[in-house]
């Protein structure tokens, strides 16, 4: 069974399921997998993960990333970005220095409210789902970490900037949010990821070149794939015990990541162990043949 990651290059105008699919006839139909859900509106980098590399999306979805946001002001919609219907109409355009100011509001730990149309499940069906029949349900407020917003240039009405942030932020509802608070109106009108768990766009692959004679070429092996974490490596017989499911005390793993990556003596990726100031256990280790 094929298992590792391969870093795609999304096109707009498709849903990252549908885009994942396009690996199954090139991998044995191993099981295929993302990491970080893409808008059918955004581009970017997409974690496809294959095999037991599914068994670790998490691990990767856990970790930064960063985006490209086209904010296009004048007018917002019910969905956020272009696709959705025109809800209101605001002739403002704010100048740089006060969306600048703006944007140093939104760094740090913050609540907020996930978009109407979106994924996120309420009495197990998404919210998309009820947001096209007009019901109203509860908001879903969730803290996200924004590390860092940057303007990157301005056309007329529509400001180009960059978003460092962690698990689940949603960029629609971050340009809801800083229109509001310059009470003006704008959308999302363009999106690319261009980093996501330390891999870039610039390792990203076109899914249309790759087949079924170089596209092993072209996968990470599991350990280099979950690159975010932290190392360690072990001897055989504290392998056994982590295997037995035994509690380790690890000097060496005191000062490193709540999840480590553990592997052998001859550098074998293992599996995932939870790190308590260096009392180490298995979390999630990987079946023996790989």
Same mark, same amino acid.
């Given at each position: 069974?094929i ?23 090139l ?12 808008d059918?509106?955004?581009?970017? =980098? ?6 037991q ?14 985006? =490209?946001a ?8 019910d ?14 355009i704010?100048s ?16 907020q ?27 879903k ?13 301005v056309?007329?009405?529509t ?49 249309e ?19 975010? =974490? ?17 509690? =380790?005390?690890m ?23 939870e ?7 298995p ?6 043949e790989?």
């Amino acid at each position: 069974m094929i298992s590792g990651l391969i870093v795609l290059n999304k096109p707009s105008g498709i849903s990252s399921g549908e885009f994942i699919r396009k690996l199954k006839p090139l991998i044995d139909n191993s099981k295929v997998g993302h990491s970080g859900t893409l808008d059918p509106l955004a581009s970017g =980098i997409i974690l496809a993960c294959i095999g037991q590399m599914t068994r670790f999306t998490n691990y990767l979805a856990n970790e930064k990333k960063v985006y =490209i946001a086209d904010m296009k002001f004048g007018f917002s919609t019910d969905t956020g970005d272009l696709d959705g219907k025109i809800i209101e109409r605001i002739n403002k355009i704010p100048s740089k220095s006060d969306f600048k100011k703006i944007l140093k509001e939104f760094i740090g730990r913050t609540d907020q409210e996930a978009p109407k149309f979106s994924s996120l499940k309420h009495k197990g069906k998404p919210l998309y789902y009820y947001a096209r029949l007009n019901k109203k349900v509860p908001k879903k407020i969730r803290p996200v970490d924004i590390s860092k917003l940057e303007l990157l240039s301005v056309s007329d009405d529509t400001f180009k900037f960059s978003v460092e942030c962690g698990k689940g932020t949603y960029i629609r509802s971050l340009v809801r949010d800083i229109a509001k608070n310059l009470n003006c109106a704008a959308v999302l009108s363009k999106l690319q990821r261009t980093v996501s768990a330390n891999h870039s766009l610039e390792d990203a692959h076109e899914i249309e070149n790759l087949n079924d004679k170089n596209i092993k070429k072209k996968i990470i092996d599991m350990g280099d794939a979950l690159r975010c =974490i932290d190392k360690i490596q072990c001897l055989p017989e504290i392998i056994d015990r982590i295997k037995k499911g035994q509690k =380790i005390f690890m000097k060496e793993a005191e000062l490193k990541s709540k999840y480590l990556r553990l592997f052998d003596e001859n550098n074998e990726f293992l599996g995932i162990l939870e790190n308590s100031n260096g009392l180490v256990s298995p979390k999630r280790l990987i079946s023996i043949e790989i």
